[in-house]
């Protein structure tokens, strides 16, 4: 990619068809990097990406021809099939060139009445008309269908009909709050089974909220992931978005269980038995062995069957959950039976839902498509318990589920409905940045924002719904892909991609639909390359931002080594921490973890004396910004190795002087762990995802004992503003 000096592109490049052709398919020809610097899209890498868009770019001659056919389209058209409506206001719908006076208007409302719409004409001074509909603002909040005819042909459309903005509970109006993040799956208890899971999760929220009044936590993404080992490490590339991680059920916390006879309860505890010495290993989590024993259990507690009540219960989630679960449970059988679906000549590729094959494989094997059905009612009705654990124990919000940006390219997802993605040979990823000089392909593959469109976002509503029926709050992990996403076409790198815009009114009212149904907030993960526009267009959605005290930087520096941002200066509308799970724990980064950890994994474009340098400016910076504060010792930031406590509960003494809505602590952190839970730019590299929790010590830290330690507690009485080391 060519770097200039200018910041926007020529007239004459502007003029080029490929230019005018991508711009009118959504796609972005330049774009300005974390450092401000501008930067131009190779003709090869858009030519990529309208390709996996279904727009042919090969050569001059299809080129004309896509623009006239997207010119042609335009004119055809009566209405956009997805159109945002604001609840509560008039919202004035503008017609297609199709629209005449003949044209009418029906609107379909969710909750079953249809009410007949006005059509408006308004003459325009070059003797054309323009036509338009009102959805006034007596129209509900919800999703409603617009039908438009012209007396020869009909378009219907789906309106989306949002609040303008997500409503802050009245509990955080009042004053802000405060809450945990933690990897789920880090922190155990004796009744796991070597992995954190629903259960530990119960305890760690209702015990937090108990002891130190936290008022929600926040867990890695519990997405769900393939059926057997071998497992995917990362919570963020899950085979599906739409359903649960059944890894994380406790078989022990299943009504069954309870009811087996005594040679199945044998069978189940023998099993427990086989991977519960796990629990004190500070080592790498063996999720597969975990899960091998777990799922051999839940298979027996599955077969030894339900009483009536339950199995009604049962079948009620089935009705609701509709036919995304059978696709999900179908793809699991495959994968069980016909092995993993990697490679070119798999069943992945060479059956569909459709075919005569899969319908045989059901046949043969229902108990198997069954079991994967329930384990997902389990799993559901386990984290439900847990969250309404939390609300009990006095939680504002509860959980706060963390959405990943997309799925495995061969997960259930894609296989089941590959129209839902762009599958023409792209992924998503991001483009190279202060913190990832290589940039990022994360190896999945994006919605496709014309089926989004073409079916008034459903699969993203189907999504959003499922995540809020679980949460009081979720954080949008990569926010921007709301707005755009970095596609990289295969085989050109990271560095060698192109934004594909997204309607992100259409995906922010979704989001306020569902939040505003449940009482709940949004949060976006907007670190990095983010435009200020796409900053403020959250805000005025009610979407908090993220904060993080190591990027917080006076006026938003990539520079490590510049001036840090005292707490006043934090957003209102944000989640405010200290760390992320990207980064070390805050001892760990302090003593230059990341430093050590990059040189050792090859992860560095340049020195790692030009690194350590960095980070020691970074850390330099820091101390700086809490000393002139008022919030460390002078003594104490000369002499960090030896303070790293004090620096700890220094940061977050900061943390809550800042304006932030809520304000977050990490478990990590609490306890004095140093290692990363995450390497980004890495897979088989460093054990991600899979780091237990410990101390500095690597003393496992038991799920009743996180909140009973001293520095756990201290940690505590800060986030309450209890106790302070401002002086």
């Known amino acids: 990619m060519a770097q200039t000096t200018i910041q926007q592109e020529s007239e004459e490049r502007l003029a080029r068809p490929l230019i005018q052709l991508a711009h009118a398919c959504g796609v972005s020809t330049s774009y300005i990097d974390q450092l401000g610097t501008y930067v131009e899209n190779t003709d090869e890498a858009i030519v990529s990406v309208l390709k996996a868009l279904d727009i042919d770019a090969s050569d001059d001659e299809h080129i004309a021809q896509s623009l006239a056919t997207i010119q042609q389209q335009a004119q055809e058209r009566l209405i956009n099939p997805t159109v945002v409506a604001t609840a509560g206001s008039d919202t004035v719908l503008t017609l297609g060139p199709a629209a005449n006076e003949h044209t009418t208007a029906l609107l379909d409302l969710e909750n079953g009445e249809t009410e007949s719409l006005p059509v408006d004409q308004k003459a325009n001074t070059d003797g054309t008309v323009t036509y338009s509909v009102v959805i006034g603002k007596?129209?509900?909040m919800g999703y409603h269908t617009l039908t438009i005819a012209n007396g020869t042909t009909t378009a219907q459309a789906t309106v989306l009909c949002a609040p303008a903005t997500i409503p802050v509970p009245p509990a955080i109006a009042e004053r802000s709050r405060w809450g945990?993040?933690?990897?789920?799956?880090?922190?155990?208890?004796?009744d796991s089974w070597g992995v954190g899971d629903y259960s530990d999760l119960r305890t760690l929220a209702t015990d937090a909220a108990?002891?130190?009044?936290?008022?929600?936590?926040?867990?890695?993404?519990?997405?769900?992931?393939?059926?057997?080992?071998?497992?995917?490490?990362?919570?963020?590339?899950p085979e599906s978005r739409r359903f649960l991680n059944v890894t994380y059920i406790r078989p022990q916390d299943i009504p069954e269980y309870a009811q087996l006879s005594e040679q199945e309860r044998t069978q189940v505890d023998a099993l427990h038995a086989r991977v519960a010495d796990a629990n004190t290993d500070a080592e790498p989590i063996d999720i597969n062995a975990a899960w091998e024993a777990k799922r051999a259990a839940l298979r027996i507690i599955f077969d030894h069957g339900m009483?009536?009540?339950?199995?009604?219960?049962?079948?009620?989630?089935?009705?609701?959950?509709?036919?995304?679960l059978d696709t999900w449970a179908t793809w699991c059988v495959a994968f069980e039976v016909w092995g993993t679906p990697w490679g070119e000549d798999s069943?992945?590729?060479?059956?569909?839902?459709?075919?005569?094959?899969?319908?045989?494989?059901?046949?043969?094997?229902?108990?198997l498509f069954e079991f994967n059905r329930w384990l997902q009612w389990i799993a559901d009705c386990q984290i439900t318990e847990a969250q309404q654990a939390a609300k009990d124990a006095g939680m504002t919000l509860g959980l706060m589920l963390d959405m990943a940006v997309g799925v495995h390219d061969l997960g259930s997802d894609v296989w089941g409905n590959p129209e839902r993605f762009a599958l023409g040979g792209v992924t998503v990823g991001?483009?190279?940045?202060?913190?990832?000089?290589?940039?990022?392909?994360?190896?999945?593959?994006?919605?496709?924002?014309?089926?989004?469109?073409?079916?008034?976002?459903?699969?993203?509503?189907?999504?959003?719904?499922s995540v809020f029926a679980h949460a009081g709050a979720v954080r949008i992990d990569h926010v921007l892909g709301l707005f755009r996403l970095w596609w990289i076409p295969k085989g050109l790198g990271a560095k060698n991609?192109?934004?594909?815009?997204?309607?992100?009114?259409a995906m922010l009212a979704v989001l306020t639909i569902e939040a505003t149904r449940v009482g709940g907030m949004v949060i976006g993960e907007d670190l990095g390359t983010v435009p200020q526009e796409v900053r403020e267009a959250l805000a005025a959605h009610g979407v908090l931002g993220t904060d993080v005290a190591w990027f917080a930087r006076v006026d938003n520096s990539p520079n490590a080594g510049d001036p840090y941002a005292p707490a006043s200066d934090y957003r209102k509308g944000a989640l405010a921490s200290v760390t992320t799970h990207d980064l070390p724990p805050t001892a760990g980064y302090l003593q230059f973890e990341h430093v050590e950890l990059r040189e050792k994994l090859h992860l560095l474009t340049g020195p790692v004396e030009e690194f350590a340098a960095s980070a020691l400016a970074e850390r330099t910076a820091m101390m700086n910004m809490l000393?002139?504060?008022?919030?460390?010792?002078?003594?104490?930031?000369?002499?960090?190795?030896?303070?790293?406590?004090?620096?700890?509960?220094?940061?977050?003494?900061?943390?809550?002087?800042?304006?932030?809505?809520l304000h977050q602590a990490a478990l990590v952190d609490g306890v004095g762990e140093r290692r990363s839970q995450n390497q980004p730019g890495t897979s088989t590299q460093y054990p991600n995802w899979r780091i237990p929790l410990a101390d500095g010590d690597k003393h496992v830290v038991p799920t009743d004992e996180v909140f009973k330690l001293d520095r756990v507690q201290r940690l505590a009485r800060i986030m309450n503003g209890e106790l302070s080391t401002r002086q």
């Open 180 to 190: 945990w993040m933690t990897q789920m799956y880090s922190v155990r208890s004796q």
């Open 627 to 661: 000393v002139e504060e008022g919030w460390l010792r002078q003594e104490y930031a000369q002499d960090v190795e030896h303070h790293v406590q004090e620096v700890v509960e220094a940061l977050h003494c900061m943390l809550t002087a800042t304006p932030s809505l």
């Open 497 to 505: 991609g192109a934004y594909v815009t997204y309607n992100h009114e």
């Open 307 to 324: 009483n009536a009540d339950r199995t009604a219960t049962y079948e009620q989630f089935l009705d609701n959950t509709g036919a995304d």
């Open 210 to 237: 108990h002891t130190h009044g936290a008022d929600f936590m926040l867990i890695n993404p519990i997405h769900a992931c393939s059926p057997i080992a071998p497992l995917e490490p990362s919570p963020y590339l």
């Open 138 to 140: 007596q129209v509900p």
């Open 430 to 465: 991001c483009p190279p940045d202060f913190y990832n000089q290589q940039g990022q392909d994360w190896g999945q593959p994006p919605f496709n924002p014309r089926h989004l469109e073409q079916t008034g976002y459903l699969t993203y509503r189907e999504m959003v719904h």
């Open 347 to 367: 069943w992945f590729t060479t059956t569909t839902l459709q075919s005569e094959r899969i319908h045989s494989l059901i046949e043969e094997h229902h108990d």
